[in-house]
């Protein structure tokens, strides 16, 4: 089946530091969106991308898709406390089908 | 400021007892997802409706849960009955499908809490 794929399963690292997840689809996507999740929250949408290359910056945040659609990545520049949570990322195969979660990288940053 | 509504928030009940869960997706979403999350398995599609008509659900257990859009402004998920191995936080998600542009994002609800003892 259809399957999407994140490492590292989980990240430590000293606030200021970098960090970045990788998202990668067994398959071909259509798009791929990413989401966060605070401990004991719920996701939240952060981006979506679309096309083959695509690069989308927000503040601190960069995502990226891949030249053959297949994978993803996130990156966070100078980590801070609130960046705390898990990442998901959700790739859909095919226009009209529902997203498939990543199982998510989760983020501690230590002060 | 338009939110997914879940209730209750939190569950505790007895093995073999009935659960349901409620969502009130966002006005206009046309696309209603059913999540469970535990520590073991991530996040899990159970089950997603279109328009209140059900297309996937096979990631529920058919034997136990069931879940259905009565009308636009609900959707329900009922688990009949309840195991201790369905402790998980449930998780309903609704946005919108816009044809050749594919699904816009998807907002989640807060999650009910549910606890099989």
């Known amino acids: 089946g259809q399957q999407v794929m994140q490492i590292p399963q989980y990240q430590h690292v000293q606030e200021g530091e970098d960090f970045t997840t990788y998202c990668n689809s067994s398959t071909t996507l259509s798009n791929i969106q990413w989401y966060k999740q605070r401990p004991g929250g719920h996701p939240v949408f952060l981006i979506q991308?679309?096309?083959?290359?695509e690069v989308k910056k927000q503040k601190r945040l960069t995502f990226q898709f891949g030249e053959a659609k297949k994978n993803s990545s996130l990156h966070i520049t100078a980590t801070q406390t609130t960046d705390v949570g898990t990442y998901f990322c959700a790739g859909n195969h095919n226009y009209g089908q529902n997203f498939v979660f990543g199982p998510g990288t989760r983020l501690s940053v230590l002060p | 400021d338009a939110r997914v509504t879940q209730t209750p928030r939190h569950k505790v009940t007895e093995m073999g007892q009935e659960v349901t869960m409620r969502c009130q997706p966002i006005?206009?979403?046309?696309?209603v997802f059913w999540y469970r999350q535990t520590m073991m398995q991530g996040l899990e599609l159970l089950a997603y409706f279109r328009n209140r008509a059900p297309l996937d659900d096979s990631g529920m257990p058919k034997d136990r849960f069931s879940a259905e859009m009565p009308d636009a402004t609900l959707a329900t998920l009922k688990i009949q009955p309840s195991e201790p191995r369905d402790s998980a936080v449930y998780f309903c998600a609704s946005g919108t499908y816009r044809g050749g542009s594919g699904n816009t994002e998807a907002f989640f609800g807060q999650g009910t809490r549910l606890t099989v003892v």
């Open positions: 991308l679309v096309k083959s290359g």
């Open positions: 006005l206009g979403h046309n696309t």
